[in-house]
């Protein structure tokens, strides 16, 4: 996952420029305070002024180096984070909108959390990686100065280095436990506020603000003494680096001032020694701090690769080739002996639930627990597979298929089906494949959404606001079935599409929706008497099993219960 | 600030209005004010960064004393110079201790502070007008709950203590260097013009791009929310692409801002090594002129050099984290921006109703300029009586429930519940009074019980018990894996459309209130779940004032009047069988509505019997006939 992030379209060699002028940067920061010992030695302790502008201009030289190898490099860092960062959140938001479904959905604030603070996690561990790379290099340089000082105090630095580092390592472990877990608390606090914040008009509705606010409290303080326990843990990590860095700075000043006293190495050297290892603290430090950058990029890291490794809902592979385009007059819809073990919120298993639905007929599926509808709703999407028997289309079974391909032929919005923040026109318009002015013009007949339009001032290019919260339910539905309607699908199944629209205005719904469905496959999965009059066949489904077949007159007459659950 | 790409967007901007952002005035007043919450913390915070900062100091004095003790007394100077080595690895030992305390107190004040706002601004995002947050979007609200908070957090953690340490040392590296020689100050100082001036240059241009990169960031949010909040829709519609454009050309309008400022960042910089490379050649120079004059010692000199090249880092410190302040500060103000909208003002002594009758006068409202929907309605409902609003979609059924459940404020008009506007009252003494039941159902994260207690905290199980088979739930319940304390919600045991209406109505039964109004409430569910629910709703309003919106017209035909709605004007007005009678616009709706239910069961023309209300219609006229029409396009008689 991480490399992904860090090395996809080719951002690795970004990624290397970005250290090596990092390492530019860091080496020229090293070699700062070796040019200081220098003056100090060549210049102020002799007092020769010549020597003094000599090692002024090395100074002004490294200087440019430094400025301009960090300038590239930040910018080339800064590059592939971003970037990095975007393609992360892409293709979390690619895998929760895959056609094939997730088989453990996710809430929309972990999604929402997990597009944002998650990639950004993951990106940003590029300036961890970066500069931890040019810090490295920095040590080394550093090491190099030393040993060309004096071979004892370059080993000392260089056999001193790793223990220390092995040390901080092992300050570092419990931040890293901590981390991760912290982090997720934190992120419920999102959850929670987002999901307290999707519900306002409910919350509004019983004047359950203050509860509500208090519940968040609850979860906020519980967030903050996580973070805290975080902090501690880092206050522990800084205060063990502090006492190591800086236990090893005195113990290289006191070596270097003995040798400088026994006249083995020059004032000026033992300034370069002393500013080398007080510059050292910088970048040990600085590598010594990967453990914890790790650690918070790894969490997000595992986070966001579980998500991207979800098991697909239904399991068939992407087809390869094209499937044939629908065919006119095709379409032909069979269910046959379908089987969902209980389907989620329903108390029974769907058994052996068997029906068809030609070209051109309008059925209805009259269910006794809104669940089976949703189950086998869900069937006919693609978003779940039934447990045995199968739908199938002209003859092929719906589940051999590639979910996005069949739902080329059969649309089965969820009865739910949300608009999305844009207008009117742009929530109805399919966009693949694309469809005549006329065929949308009749799916807002059909629909009758024209009554909706006529009383809006931008009309069909009125902006319907976040989730269409602008309109009122009636009318987010109308408009939710025009849009079913006007991809013009061989087949279409809808779940009770006109729950929220007048008695008026449903009866024309049907009758458009009979006319603007003629010669397709249409199911209604509704109780309504008003739809399942102008269905040609009603099946009945009592407990999920099948019960009885006829029209809606038919059925009124000769079924009992049938009439109870229609005519309720 | 606008962003200029705007126009590429392959759907069109969520929202023109986004909640506003508070001014920096109105920011530091918040900030200060949130500091003076946690003063104790802060002031005790302050002592160990002092003297961590005093003890970081020591380390050069040190090393320039070590330089001397070899230049003056070579071989004789080891003891010295032993004790001069313990000294510095006593100064290790007390800034790992004073640096640990000093950060963890200075984080745990910005820590809380942060907790504290967030808290206040999710407070009052929960209170706002429910208009306000429909206006601008929830995208935008939750974008800075998530999103800012979490810029303001790390600042709080990281940028402010840096930056609280780093001027501190800066400060008290420069005394330092006074008391070498105060020369040495003087020639730090050089610097100091060209960093203030590539810090104004900064700011001045850094400050529009992030808060641009912040609204991207915004609408990139809504634009997640508005797909991943309907992963179903999305993917039936074959819409995924769509919406992956509409991620994608945010989140790299995002990226572009992002890579604006770090260009903005790399030349600032650039002037701050400039300012570094004076200083220390200002420095450098002078200690090689003073030592020739015999004004300080090699050692001092040294030490001077040392202490300027300590700076660099507090320097580099301070001034990059000023961005990262800066940044914070756009996301503070923005979260401030919420807390400052106008509260609703709270009736210290809220009136109370002196009955649960309705009364509305003229009542007007507009979603949009030149729409008045619904216009001029009066309507009174007497304690007890339970009132059936008709009328085809858009009529202003919905808006008219919001307005007399307070959920809006008549532009024109007054509504009085029991004597007494709402507006009078309050938000929370009016939802003591009368509860709003929408369509929009949702069911909220966390197990069945929490959901319940959300209408009523103190409630205990058995009441909630109580409160869920009042309204027929008991039959799924009981199938729940763990009961009440199963989770529901996103991502918990899914409920369908009946069954979270059901709990809705659980939790007005919860909740008490003497007035309920409910739009279509019972409208999610067919067949059998409608008869449950139908049964539910009655459970819910037995007792109470009730005004509801139906499109199931039986519950019309249940309730005491019937009042029809056309264009936003009460069109008829009166009792089921009068209205049938009267063969005007609802006798036209319920010839529709029973046109597929003729069963004997269920005669035509005759309603259900009436329910016997608890306090019987005291409306003064009685049921009123059907208004002559009103409005020149009620349909004529059929």
């Known amino acids: ?568 | 600030m606008t962003p200029t790409d705007h126009g590429t967007a392959p759907l069109a901007s969520p929202t023109d209005v986004l909640l506003p952002a508070a001014d920096t005035a109105g920011t530091r007043r918040a900030a200060l004010r949130l500091l003076r919450l946690n003063r104790g913390r802060a002031l005790w915070a302050i002592v160990p960064l002092v003297a961590n900062t005093l003890a970081g100091l020591a380390t050069p004095l040190v090393l320039g004393r070590m330089v001397d003790e070899v230049v003056r007394h070579g071989t004789d100077a080891l003891p010295t110079l032993h004790v001069l080595g313990a000294v510095l690895a006593g100064i290790a030992v007390l800034q790992a201790l004073l640096g640990a305390l000093s950060h963890y107190l200075v984080v745990h004040v910005g820590e809380s502070m942060v907790a504290d706002l967030r808290e206040d601004v999710l407070d009052r995002a929960l209170h706002l007008p429910s208009k306000e947050v429909e206006r601008s979007g929830r995208g935008d609200l939750v974008a800075r709950i998530t999103g800012d908070v979490r810029v303001v957090t790390d600042a709080a953690s990281n940028a402010v203590p840096i930056f609280v340490t780093a001027a501190l040392g800066v400060v008290l590296t420069l005394v330092g260097l006074g008391t070498l020689d105060w020369r040495f100050a003087v020639a730090a100082l050089l610097a100091a013009p060209i960093q203030l001036r590539a810090l104004i240059w900064y700011l001045g241009r850094s400050k529009p791009v992030y808060r641009a990169e912040r609204t991207v960031e915004g609408e990139r949010a809504q634009r997640l929310l508005d797909a991943l909040g309907a992963v179903d829709t999305v993917t039936a519609m074959r819409l995924g692409p769509r919406h992956l454009d509409a991620i994608a050309d945010r989140s790299h309008a995002a990226v572009r801002y992002s890579l604006r400022a770090t260009r903005l960042r790399t030349r600032f910089f650039g002037r701050l090594n400039l300012a570094e490379l004076i200083g220390l050649a200002a420095v450098l120079a002078l200690g090689f002129h003073l030592v020739r004059e015999g004004a300080v010692t090699i050692g001092e000199a040294t030490a001077a050099a040392l202490f300027f090249h300590r700076l660099f880092d507090p320097i580099g410190a301070l001034l990059s984290v000023f961005d990262e302040l800066q940044e914070a500060g756009a996301g503070l103000a923005r979260l401030v921006g919420v807390t400052l909208l106008p509260r609703t003002a709270v009736p210290a002594d809220p009136p109370r109703p002196r009955d649960s009758s309705l009364a509305l006068t003229e009542v007007s409202y507009s979603h949009r300029e030149g729409v008045e929907v619904p216009s001029g309605v009066s309507l009174s409902v007497a304690p007890g009586e339970r009132v059936a609003l008709v009328g085809t979609t858009g009529a202003g059924k919905s808006t008219l429930a919001q307005l007399i459940a307070g959920g809006y404020e008549p532009m024109a008009g007054t509504v009085r519940i029991g004597g007494v506007e709402p507006r009078e009252m309050g938000r929370a003494a009016t939802r003591r009074t009368v509860a709003l039941v929408t369509q929009e159902v949702h069911v909220f994260v966390g197990t069945l019980a929490d959901d319940l207690r959300l209408a009523s905290p103190g409630a205990d199980d058995a009441a909630l018990d109580r409160a869920l088979r009042a309204v027929g739930a008991d039959s799924w319940i009981d199938a729940l894996p763990e009961g009440l304390d199963t989770l529901v919600g996103a991502g918990g045991h899914p409920l369908t459309a009946p069954q979270a209406q059901q709990l809705a109505l659980a939790r007005v039964l919860l909740l008490d209130p003497p007035v309920v109004v409910l739009d279509e409430a019972t409208a999610e569910a067919g067949g059998a779940g409608a008869r449950a629910l139908e049964a539910a709703t009655e459970a819910v309003l037995k007792g109470r004032t009730a005004v509801l919106v139906a499109h199931r017209l039986h519950q019309a035909a249940t309730a005491d009047r019937v009042v029809v709605m056309e264009e936003g004007r009460i069109v008829e007005e009166g009792g089921h069988r009068e209205l049938l009678a009267a063969q005007g616009r609802y006798a036209g709706l319920w010839e529709a509505w029973t046109a597929h239910r003729p069963t004997p069961g269920h005669p035509t023309t005759a309603p259900p019997p009436p329910r016997t209300p608890e306090s019987p219609p005291q409306s003064p006229q009685g049921p009123r006939s059907p208004r002559s029409p009103r409005s020149p396009r009620n349909p004529s008689p059929r």
């Open chain 1, 1 to 568: 996952m991480l490399r992904e992030a860090l090395s996809g379209q080719r951002r690795g060699r970004r990624l290397a420029a970005a250290s090596a002028g990092l390492t530019g940067h860091d080496v020229a920061e090293a070699l700062i305070p070796v040019t200081i010992g220098a003056i100090i030695d060549r210049a102020v302790a002799t007092g020769d002024s010549a020597a003094l502008g000599r090692w002024l201009l090395v100074l002004t030289v490294l200087f440019g180096g430094l400025l301009l190898s960090w300038r590239y490099a930040a910018r080339a860092a800064a590059h592939v984070a971003e970037y990095g960062g975007h393609s992360v959140r892409m293709s979390i938001a690619e895998r929760a909108l895959d056609p094939l479904g997730m088989a453990s959905g996710r809430r929309p604030g972990e999604l929402f959390s997990l597009a944002t603070a998650d990639a950004q996690n993951v990106a940003r561990f590029t300036h961890t990686l970066s500069t931890k790379l040019a810090a490295a290099a920095a040590i080394i340089t550093a090491a190099v100065a030393l040993l060309l000082i004096s071979v004892p105090l370059g080993l000392l630095v260089l056999i001193g280095t790793p223990p220390v580092l092995v040390a901080m390592q092992y300050a570092s472990r419990p931040l890293e436990r901590r981390t991760e877990h912290d982090y997720e608390s934190a992120a419920q606090a999102g959850a929670t506020a987002t999901d307290l914040l999707t519900g306002l008009r409910v919350l509004d509705g019983i004047g359950a603000q203050p509860h509500a606010a208090r519940r968040y409290r609850t979860v906020s303080r519980a967030a903050l003494a996580a973070t805290l326990r975080t902090e501690r843990a880092q206050a522990w990590y800084t205060a063990a680096n502090t006492l190591v860095t800086g236990g090893f700075l005195a113990l290289i000043a006191l070596v270097s001032a003995r040798m400088a006293a026994q006249g083995s190495i020059t004032v000026g050297e033992l300034v370069a020694v002393v500013g080398l290892a007080q510059f050292l603290r910088g970048p040990l430090v600085d590598v010594a701090y990967f453990g914890s950058g790790l650690a918070r990029a790894r969490a997000s890291a595992r986070r966001v690769a579980a998500l991207l490794n979800t098991p697909p809902a239904v399991t068939t592979a992407r087809s390869t080739g094209t499937p044939p385009a629908p065919t006119a007059g095709a379409g032909a819809l069979r269910i046959d002996e379908l089987t969902v073990r209980s389907p989620a919120g329903a108390a029974r298993d769907l058994t052996g639930v068997t029906f068809h639905a030609g070209p051109g007929e309008l059925v209805g599926v009259v269910t006794d627990d809104a669940a089976h509808a949703r189950a086998l709703l869900d069937c006919c999407a693609r978003r779940i597979d039934p447990d045995s028997g199968a739908v199938y289309i002209d003859g092929a079974a719906l589940h051999h298929s590639d979910p996005d391909e069949a739902r080329r032929t059969v649309v089965a919005p969820p009865h739910d089906a949300a608009l999305f923040a844009g207008t009117i026109v742009g929530n109805i318009t399919p966009h693949d494949p694309p469809v005549t002015p006329e065929a949308i013009d009749a799916a807002l007949t059909a629909a009758c959404v024209h009554d909706v339009v006529d009383a809006l001032p931008d009309g069909l290019h009125s902006a319907v606001g976040e989730q269409g919260l602008t309109l009122s339910g009636g009318q987010r539905q109308r408009i939710a079935l025009a849009r079913a309607l006007a991809t013009g699908a061989p087949v279409l199944v809808l779940h009770d599409p006109t729950t929220s629209i007048d008695s008026v205005t449903e009866a024309r719904v049907a009758l458009g929706l009979r006319e603007a469905r003629a010669g397709l496959t249409t199911v209604l999965l509704t109780t309504s008497p008003t739809l399942l009059a102008v269905c040609d066949r009603v099946v009945v489904l009592t407990h999920g099993r099948n019960t009885a077949t006829g029209t809606h007159t038919g059925l009124l007459t000769s079924s009992a219960s049938y009439r109870a659950t229609v005519l309720a």
